[in-house]
């Protein structure tokens, strides 16, 4: 077959080729002109063999320019179809985005979870290491180490739920469930020798009614700092960082006088309102006077150290308590502290 | 203990240059919480009325018409049901519009002209509590008849009150007087406090006084009085009882209770007549003896209880309460006044064991267990002597004061240099020495040394803290510097339990489960509820000895209940719930804490998709099944590192069928399955609830931290076997023995499908298994992977009679 043939043989296949209209086309194009069995080209090719030596060499490089041709525009007939496959992709139908998603399971920590690592995390960055305690206690780590002894007026302020084993009760060691987390100051300081900087957070019980902003099951932190020097004015620095970090940088903190058996000096911490920074009488968050009372606090009482084998002319320090849920209720708005324990998924699905 | 300080009084003793509202901010931040400052809210229609004609309604027996004059031309008349007036009767009037307190709800309200049974009512006298001046609603508040009839209210009996939340530590403060001395130093100024005069003892033949117990009344004083007339107190004494939240009675029991208030120290009065043998003494009750209180309660006293006897009987719990036999009457005419000092841990212990500690106790029961000084006894009773004589006509024939053991004057010493080592801030010896002394406390600075001696009331002062504390509260705790601490920062320890708790905690919360927290008490009941036939998954809890409810009387020996409870209550509003929870258990131990261990709970119940309610569009409804359970719970055990392990034993409350345990050392570490559906009844909930339980300590002790080596270099190849095997053979055994088989060269084995059908028989089942194969040095080859899939298939036929088809 002589080149010109060939050559009409590659322009057929090519403009069949280009016209193609899918893939399914291109590819009978490909079988008709490049298939391995009965492919124009590939006859063509078999042909080669048999001509005389002569017309070899023009013959066969006219068969690879034919191919070469060929491929060429399959290769270019592919990339237009998927271009035009992509465009029509991108300029065709529009899914509507708005339509809700393959839903993910989202899990949350309950909001208390939440605020003791909050409380725990901005303690440790002044050096507190966070430690934990029993919660069912003696009556001795709750109250007597801490100069409450039995029939001590005080113990008034921290109403008690008396706890009895079944496996026997000895009536000189009550049970209780702690009122507060000050029995860890004791169980600290008697494994620990100063300093002794300790945050404990951990649940609490009292003997009391139930309202919007009390529960008699809940959560308080304890801070414990012990050295040689620390003072009050640490105390309220330390404080004072803590608001700053959970309230922001804006806030101010007050102290004023209060009352613990186990501290002395005593001090009651207040914030001042984030909410209405004192401007709104009427204000939700801090009930109008522009101050949120958040923790009690004090210098550790030298017959608390004392009791502890602490020497009270060498060592001293500091100790805070604070309601976790106060702290939750104030960072969220949380309206009722009970709310944290109904556990209502509708609820603890927005914290 | 709330107090009630009207300010009218407080200035009797103080002068108080500054606003009130200034006042009490400085009370709050230096000396005692002020809870609230009460003015009076009493409107210009709230005026002195005064009687001037009464006379029978015409329709209604019970009610009276009064005509009240109040300053204005025309007189009101109004309908009345009270009874206790009469012409020339000074009254509170209420004029229509006026806003007055409603009797029956308590609520404040606008005063509206009705007619009752016919007749119009234009306005109201008005009762204690329309006036919000007590509970008292059975009669008119008549008033003092020199009150100017048309005067507001307001003006003339218009009271601020400063109500004070005292702590235990400052009794001097249960009087005016002593809130007044806290004035007068926030204020630097001077004190008046009120005229006593001192009374010489005198001996009486009709009345003695002991002390049998010195420790538990160290000092016991008494007057006897004669030509007592009693009868109503005065007006500006009942109108401060009132003020201060107290009712009058009569002239003497209002004296003793005035006292109490100015003063802080309690009085009790007993009818001389019903004292036999002239004697009153403080000893401990007799086993068995019995006391009518004034309560009108029989009592069985406990023998270590401090009464005040006559020579032959209890007369009163002393300092709690006293006795009915011997209260004063209207005909009494001789007084036996005590006046006495009592250890305050006893009184406590006392009124708890009676029931009536705290705000349950009388007022002067709540301020005996503060710490009174012995020292106010003489004071006041001298200054309620010369109250009754003057307004009851009183005349003094006996005064004895019996104080065996003097208390000793605390003087502390201490250095000036301990105030800035306490409160971080510099105070100077004079600015120091001001303060106390504004506090009554004698101050003197001897070179360094500061000696200080409280003001005998002050029971609080014993230690240099406590002076520190005084003279920095009266500086200002606001001129303390905020300073973040230096100094040697303490080792720190790790908290594995804790560590790994959190990690639970986060990994669980990332898996799509909701944390829940519940309360640690709960309702015992509930254990019965966790079993079909009720027995318990639990030790026997701990109880509350005193529970505020019985739905929180129990410590929680499982989380089971609480988690049910929760599922409960959620499903009532939603298709499906995936909760968890890690709190302690609270087991008993014999002679020790319970061992609080710290558990997780999870929960599945309900739909576990869609994830929305109702939004199944892209997923259809579909419940959760054992297989969720399980995937969560090793999914927990792959994240913290955990082989789940130990030997299987049974899982009470369960569905045998579809659960499983593992348990180390006889303790159950882990619980999984599917709610017994009985159980599930119980609770209304549905059959197709799951649950898991993980002793987190167990686990701890179980993870091992990983030995991390680095992806693999070489392609795997994969090889799928159909393993056939008896019903009876489960799956487990089936991995096990593949990897028994497979050796180093077998990665992992994915289960691609579960048959059982015709093709296999009955009794038999098909798992399609697919092995992972690879060598971490080399591509595995043909010959390889042929010879480790034939050591496999070699094993699972001898080991489990397993048929293997490819």
Same mark, same amino acid.
């Given at each position: 077959?002589?080149?010109?043939?060939?050559?009409?043989?590659?322009?057929?296949?090519?403009?069949?080729?280009?016209?193609?209209?899918?893939?399914?086309?291109?590819?009978?194009?490909?079988?008709?002109?490049?298939?391995?069995?009965?492919?124009?080209?590939?006859?063509?090719?078999?042909?080669?063999?048999?001509?005389?030596?002569?017309?070899?060499?023009?013959?066969?490089?006219?068969?690879?320019?034919?191919?070469?041709?060929?491929?060429?525009?399959?290769?270019?007939?592919?990339?237009?179809?998927?271009?035009?496959?992509?465009?029509?992709?991108?300029?065709?139908?529009?899914?509507?985005?708005?339509?809700?998603?393959?839903?993910?399971?989202?899990?949350?920590?309950?909001?208390?979870?939440?605020?003791?690592?909050?409380?725990?995390?901005?303690?440790?960055?002044?050096?507190?290491?966070?430690?934990?305690?029993?919660?069912?206690?003696?009556?001795?780590?709750?109250?007597?180490?801490?100069?409450?002894?039995?029939?001590?007026?005080?113990?008034?302020?921290?109403?008690?739920?008396?706890?009895?084993?079944?496996?026997?009760?000895?009536?000189?060691?009550?049970?209780?469930?702690?009122?507060?987390?000050?029995?860890?100051?004791?169980?600290?300081?008697?494994?620990?020798?100063?300093?002794?900087?300790?945050?404990?957070?951990?649940?609490?019980?009292?003997?009391?009614?139930?309202?919007?902003?009390?529960?008699?099951?809940?959560?308080?932190?304890?801070?414990?700092?012990?050295?040689?020097?620390?003072?009050?004015?640490?105390?309220?620095?330390?404080?004072?960082?803590?608001?700053?970090?959970?309230?922001?940088?804006?806030?101010?903190?007050?102290?004023?006088?209060?009352?613990?058996?186990?501290?002395?000096?005593?001090?009651?911490?207040?914030?001042?309102?984030?909410?209405?920074?004192?401007?709104?009488?009427?204000?939700?968050?801090?009930?109008?006077?522009?101050?949120?009372?958040?923790?009690?606090?004090?210098?550790?009482?030298?017959?608390?150290?004392?009791?502890?084998?602490?020497?009270?002319?060498?060592?001293?320090?500091?100790?805070?308590?604070?309601?976790?849920?106060?702290?939750?209720?104030?960072?969220?708005?949380?309206?009722?502290?009970?709310?944290?324990?109904?556990?209502?998924?509708?609820?603890?699905?927005?914290? | 203990?709330?107090?009630?300080?009207?300010?009218?009084?407080?200035?009797?003793?103080?002068?108080?240059?500054?606003?009130?509202?200034?006042?009490?901010?400085?009370?709050?931040?230096?000396?005692?919480?002020?809870?609230?400052?009460?003015?009076?809210?009493?409107?210009?229609?709230?005026?002195?009325?005064?009687?001037?004609?009464?006379?029978?309604?015409?329709?209604?027996?019970?009610?009276?018409?009064?005509?009240?004059?109040?300053?204005?031309?025309?007189?009101?008349?109004?309908?009345?049901?009270?009874?206790?007036?009469?012409?020339?009767?000074?009254?509170?009037?209420?004029?229509?519009?006026?806003?007055?307190?409603?009797?029956?709800?308590?609520?404040?309200?606008?005063?509206?002209?009705?007619?009752?049974?016919?007749?119009?009512?234009?306005?109201?006298?008005?009762?204690?509590?329309?006036?919000?001046?007590?509970?008292?609603?059975?009669?008119?508040?008549?008033?003092?008849?020199?009150?100017?009839?048309?005067?507001?209210?307001?003006?003339?009996?218009?009271?601020?009150?400063?109500?004070?939340?005292?702590?235990?530590?400052?009794?001097?403060?249960?009087?005016?007087?002593?809130?007044?001395?806290?004035?007068?130093?926030?204020?630097?100024?001077?004190?008046?406090?009120?005229?006593?005069?001192?009374?010489?003892?005198?001996?009486?033949?009709?009345?003695?006084?002991?002390?049998?117990?010195?420790?538990?009344?160290?000092?016991?004083?008494?007057?006897?009085?004669?030509?007592?007339?009693?009868?109503?107190?005065?007006?500006?004494?009942?109108?401060?009882?009132?003020?201060?939240?107290?009712?009058?009675?009569?002239?003497?029991?209002?004296?003793?209770?005035?006292?109490?208030?100015?003063?802080?120290?309690?009085?009790?009065?007993?009818?001389?007549?019903?004292?036999?043998?002239?004697?009153?003494?403080?000893?401990?009750?007799?086993?068995?003896?019995?006391?009518?209180?004034?309560?009108?309660?029989?009592?069985?006293?406990?023998?270590?209880?401090?009464?005040?006897?006559?020579?032959?009987?209890?007369?009163?719990?002393?300092?709690?309460?006293?006795?009915?036999?011997?209260?004063?009457?209207?005909?009494?005419?001789?007084?036996?006044?005590?006046?006495?000092?009592?250890?305050?841990?006893?009184?406590?212990?006392?009124?708890?064991?009676?029931?009536?500690?705290?705000?349950?106790?009388?007022?002067?029961?709540?301020?005996?267990?503060?710490?009174?000084?012995?020292?106010?006894?003489?004071?006041?009773?001298?200054?309620?002597?010369?109250?009754?004589?003057?307004?009851?006509?009183?005349?003094?024939?006996?005064?004895?004061?019996?104080?065996?053991?003097?208390?000793?004057?605390?003087?502390?010493?201490?250095?000036?240099?301990?105030?800035?080592?306490?409160?971080?801030?510099?105070?100077?010896?004079?600015?120091?020495?001001?303060?106390?002394?504004?506090?009554?406390?004698?101050?003197?600075?001897?070179?360094?040394?500061?000696?200080?001696?409280?003001?005998?009331?002050?029971?609080?002062?014993?230690?240099?803290?406590?002076?520190?504390?005084?003279?920095?509260?009266?500086?200002?705790?606001?001129?303390?510097?905020?300073?973040?601490?230096?100094?040697?920062?303490?080792?720190?320890?790790?908290?594995?339990?804790?560590?790994?708790?959190?990690?639970?905690?986060?990994?669980?919360?990332?898996?799509?489960?909701?944390?829940?927290?519940?309360?640690?008490?709960?309702?015992?009941?509930?254990?019965?509820?966790?079993?079909?036939?009720?027995?318990?998954?639990?030790?026997?809890?701990?109880?509350?000895?005193?529970?505020?409810?019985?739905?929180?009387?129990?410590?929680?020996?499982?989380?089971?209940?609480?988690?049910?409870?929760?599922?409960?209550?959620?499903?009532?509003?939603?298709?499906?719930?995936?909760?968890?929870?890690?709190?302690?258990?609270?087991?008993?131990?014999?002679?020790?804490?319970?061992?609080?261990?710290?558990?997780?709970?999870?929960?599945?119940?309900?739909?576990?998709?869609?994830?929305?309610?109702?939004?199944? @569009? &892209?997923?259809?409804? /579909? $419940?959760?099944? #054992?297989?969720?359970?399980?995937?969560?719970?090793? !999914? *927990?055990? +792959? %994240?913290?590192?955990?082989?789940?392990?130990?030997?299987?034993?049974?899982?009470?409350?369960?569905?045998?069928?579809?659960?499983?345990?593992?348990?180390?050392?006889?303790?159950?570490?882990?619980?999984?399955?599917?709610?017994?559906?009985?159980?599930?009844?119980?609770?209304?909930?549905?059959?197709?609830?799951?649950?898991?339980?993980?002793?987190?300590?167990? @686990? &701890?002790?179980?993870? /091992? $931290?990983?030995? #991390?080596?680095?992806?693999?270099?070489?392609?795997? !190849? *994969?090889? +799928? %076997?159909?393993?056939?095997?008896?019903?009876?053979?489960?799956?487990?055994?089936?991995?096990?023995?593949?990897?028994?088989?497979?050796?180093?060269?077998?990665?992992?084995?994915?289960?691609?499908?579960?048959?059982?059908?015709?093709?296999?028989?009955?009794?038999?089942?098909?798992?399609?298994?697919?092995?992972?194969?690879?060598?971490?040095?080399?591509?595995?080859?043909?010959?390889?992977?042929?010879?480790?899939?034939?050591?496999?298939?070699?094993?699972?036929?001898? !080991? *489990?009679?397993?048929?293997?088809?490819?």
């Amino acid at each position: 077959m002589p080149g010109e043939e060939l050559r009409e043989l590659a322009n057929r296949a090519v403009a069949e080729i280009a016209g193609a209209a899918d893939d399914a086309a291109l590819e009978a194009a490909r079988v008709k002109y490049l298939g391995r069995k009965e492919g124009a080209l590939s006859e063509a090719t078999k042909r080669i063999a048999k001509l005389p030596p002569g017309e070899k060499p023009a013959y066969g490089a006219a068969v690879n320019e034919g191919k070469l041709r060929i491929e060429r525009a399959l290769e270019e007939r592919t990339r237009a179809l998927r271009e035009a496959r992509v465009a029509r992709d991108l300029g065709g139908e529009r899914e509507d985005m708005s339509l809700p998603p393959r839903r993910v399971r989202v899990g949350r920590l309950h909001p208390i979870s939440q605020t003791v690592r909050e409380v725990s995390r901005v303690f440790a960055t002044m050096g507190f290491e966070t430690v934990e305690g029993p919660e069912i206690e003696w009556d001795y780590y709750n109250f007597e180490a801490l100069n409450i002894p039995p029939g001590h007026p005080a113990r008034e302020k921290w109403q008690t739920l008396w706890i009895s084993n079944p496996l026997g009760d000895d009536p000189s060691r009550p049970l209780l469930g702690r009122t507060h987390t000050s029995p860890m100051q004791i169980r600290v300081m008697e494994q620990r020798r100063p300093p002794v900087r300790v945050v404990i957070p951990g649940r609490c019980y009292r003997y009391e009614a139930t309202d919007a902003i009390r529960e008699s099951i809940f959560f308080q932190y304890e801070g414990l700092a012990i050295d040689e020097k620390l003072t009050m004015a640490d105390l309220k620095g330390v404080l004072f960082s803590f608001a700053r970090q959970i309230f922001g940088s804006d806030r101010k903190i007050r102290f004023r006088i209060d009352y613990f058996p186990f501290t002395e000096p005593s001090a009651e911490i207040a914030f001042d309102c984030f909410s209405c920074e004192g401007r709104d009488p009427e204000c939700r968050v801090c009930g109008g006077d522009g101050w949120i009372e958040a923790a009690g606090c004090g210098m550790v009482h030298p017959d608390v150290l004392r009791r502890v084998g602490y020497d009270p002319k060498r060592y001293q320090g500091f100790a805070f308590g604070g309601g976790i849920e106060r702290l939750a209720m104030l960072r969220t708005g949380a309206p009722d502290i009970r709310l944290f324990y109904q556990n209502d998924l509708r609820y603890l699905e927005q914290f | 203990m709330l107090i009630k300080v009207p300010v009218s009084w407080l200035r009797e003793y103080v002068d108080i240059s500054v606003p009130i509202d200034e006042l009490a901010l400085r009370l709050h931040m230096s000396s005692t919480e002020v809870k609230g400052v009460e003015r009076p809210w009493w409107d210009d229609k709230v005026r002195v009325g005064r009687i001037s004609k009464l006379a029978k309604h015409p329709n209604a027996d019970k009610l009276q018409l009064a005509t009240v004059e109040y300053g204005e031309d025309r007189p009101k008349t109004i309908v009345t049901g009270a009874t206790n007036l009469t012409v020339g009767d000074i009254v509170p009037f209420a004029d229509e519009g006026a806003q007055i307190i409603d009797g029956h709800t308590g609520e404040r309200t606008t005063l509206r002209g009705k007619p009752m049974r016919g007749i119009q009512s234009e306005g109201m006298v008005l009762s204690a509590k329309e006036l919000g001046q007590g509970e008292d609603h059975d009669g008119i508040q008549v008033l003092d008849r020199k009150l100017p009839v048309g005067a507001r209210l307001r003006d003339v009996l218009g009271e601020t009150i400063l109500a004070l939340e005292l702590q235990p530590n400052r009794p001097d403060c249960l009087g005016v007087v002593g809130i007044a001395r806290e004035v007068a130093a926030i204020l630097a100024t001077g004190l008046r406090e009120p005229p006593v005069d001192r009374l010489p003892e005198r001996t009486s033949r009709d009345l003695d006084v002991r002390i049998e117990d010195p420790v538990a009344c160290p000092r016991f004083a008494a007057a006897l009085l004669t030509g007592i007339r009693i009868g109503a107190s005065p007006t500006w004494i009942q109108q401060r009882l009132i003020a201060a939240g107290m009712r009058p009675i009569d002239n003497v029991v209002d004296i003793t209770n005035y006292v109490m208030l100015e003063l802080g120290q309690p009085l009790h009065a007993y009818d001389h007549r019903k004292l036999r043998g002239g004697l009153l003494v403080a000893r401990r009750a007799r086993r068995g003896e019995t006391l009518r209180t004034l309560d009108g309660v029989e009592r069985v006293l406990h023998d270590d209880t401090l009464v005040i006897a006559d020579a032959d009987r209890a007369l009163g719990v002393a300092g709690i309460l006293g006795g009915e036999d011997s209260e004063i009457r209207e005909d009494t005419t001789t007084v036996a006044l005590e006046c006495a000092s009592f250890e305050p841990r006893g009184i406590g212990r006392t009124a708890a064991n009676l029931g009536l500690h705290g705000s349950a106790g009388s007022a002067a029961a709540r301020r005996f267990s503060w710490e009174l000084s012995p020292d106010l006894v003489p004071v006041a009773l001298a200054r309620a002597v010369r109250l009754l004589r003057e307004h009851a006509g009183a005349e003094v024939s006996g005064v004895m004061d019996r104080y065996p053991k003097r208390r000793g004057v605390v003087n502390v010493r201490m250095r000036f240099s301990d105030i800035p080592r306490v409160l971080g801030i510099e105070i100077g010896p004079e600015e120091t020495l001001d303060i106390l002394r504004r506090l009554q406390f004698v101050a003197a600075a001897d070179g360094d040394t500061l000696v200080a001696t409280p003001p005998a009331v002050r029971t609080d002062i014993a230690i240099a803290e406590d002076i520190v504390e005084e003279v920095g509260r009266i500086a200002g705790y606001d001129r303390l510097p905020v300073r973040v601490p230096d100094g040697p920062l303490p080792l720190h320890e790790r908290h594995p339990l804790q560590e790994f708790r959190e990690r639970a905690r986060d990994g669980l919360a990332g898996f799509g489960l909701q944390e829940v927290l519940s309360y640690s008490l709960i309702d015992p009941a509930w254990l019965g509820m966790l079993t079909a036939d009720g027995s318990c998954i639990a030790p026997e809890p701990l109880r509350v000895i005193n529970p505020t409810t019985v739905a929180q009387s129990a410590a929680r020996p499982t989380l089971r209940a609480s988690l049910l409870d929760t599922a409960r209550r959620n499903l009532r509003n939603r298709a499906g719930v995936a909760i968890f929870e890690i709190a302690p258990l609270y087991l008993p131990q014999r002679g020790d804490l319970p061992d609080e261990r710290w558990t997780i709970g999870i929960l599945l119940a309900g739909n576990a998709e869609p994830v929305r309610d109702g939004e199944t @569009w &892209l997923t259809p409804e /579909r $419940p959760w099944d #054992v297989r969720d359970l399980q995937g969560y719970v090793l !999914a *927990l055990a +792959d %994240l913290l590192d955990v082989q789940t392990a130990g030997d299987q034993v049974d899982a009470p409350g369960l569905h045998p069928g579809r659960s499983l345990a593992f348990a180390h050392d006889g303790r159950r570490h882990l619980v999984a399955g599917q709610l017994d559906p009985r159980v599930a009844a119980k609770w209304e909930l549905p059959a197709e609830t799951f649950i898991a339980e993980i002793d987190l300590s167990s @686990w &701890l002790d179980a993870a /091992r $931290p990983p030995r #991390v080596i680095a992806p693999p270099r070489f392609p795997a !190849a *994969l090889r +799928d %076997l159909a393993i056939v095997v008896d019903e009876a053979t489960p799956y487990r055994d089936v991995e096990r023995e593949i990897r028994a088989a497979g050796g180093t060269d077998l990665g992992s084995i994915a289960l691609v499908d579960l048959y059982r059908g015709p093709q296999i028989g009955a009794g038999k089942k098909s798992f399609a298994v697919r092995l992972v194969l690879r060598r971490a040095t080399a591509t595995l080859g043909e010959e390889d992977v042929d010879r480790l899939v034939k050591r496999v298939a070699g094993r699972l036929q001898q !080991a *489990l009679g397993a048929t293997i088809r490819s």
